[in-house]
DNA sequence: GTATTATTGCAATAAAATCGCAATAAACAT
DNA sequence: ATGTTTATTGCGATTTTATTGCAATAATAC
């Protein structure tokens, strides 16, 4: 499946280049200049999540969020496991640079970890 | 607001001591011999959870899941604050007895943990 | 320019969870 | 026991999030 390049999928690549924090559906439906349909916003962003662009974060509120994925020392591993950091004053989530460290019981294989620390930010404090 | 005693009550709470597992709603509707209506469950959820007596927990599938709060060596502490593991295969989710271990940057304030370790578990590997 | 097919928009659908309201039944007092 | 209070329940409707089928559109390669 080879993939194309439209408008729509600059425009939801920018915002969440730009973004300090994982966005919501519904925040980029808001934040963006262009009107797109729901159900686009959200093949693009799977698709994204396929290719390894982007990541995604289900929060407590059950909302997915999602999040370019940086490209750090440690490429791979750093990108997917790494906690993240829901702020109840603002309602944004942000990526840490904390790595999520844990060791699980014999037989247990951990394919991907959904991480989130919620409370107040820095901002918000 | 003073609790009563239901059979409803008594019936989720021991599906709930009885599992080795985090129910989904889903789940314990099934496990149930008597029958309760569906929103009846989430509101004997998550009175439970008002009171401590039961945690949820948010998979990346969207959905919640509840757990009895079992009391450890270091009572409150260790409830909230460990990781979940959702095993893909047999499509459960557990408590590891396994603590969250994590530091926030400055001006951040921890209230809350969701952290779920997603993969195949030890009974289906 | 034309053909191929990835992508989009629209409407419908699925699934999870909550809410309002009237009816029911625990808990307590008499 | 009986009656009163109000927490709890059932029902139906609703909200919210996310996905899907299908025909129309448009990006890419020739």
Known sequence: ???RNTPTKEAV?????NSRK???HDAIEKQLNIEINRAT????L???CEDGIVHKIVAEDGKQYFAICKK???PQEVIQHHFHFRCLSCDTIECLQVPVEYSVPNG???QNTNCVLTGVCNDCS
């Open 46 to 48: 799977n698709r994204f």
């Open 108 to 110: 247990y294989e951990v």
């Open 13 to 17: 690549l920018n915002l969440l280049l």
């Open 41 to 44: 916003i959200y093949r693009v």
């Open 1 to 3: 499946m080879i993939r």
């Open 22 to 24: 994982a966005l919501s």
């Open 72 to 74: 750090c020392e440690n």
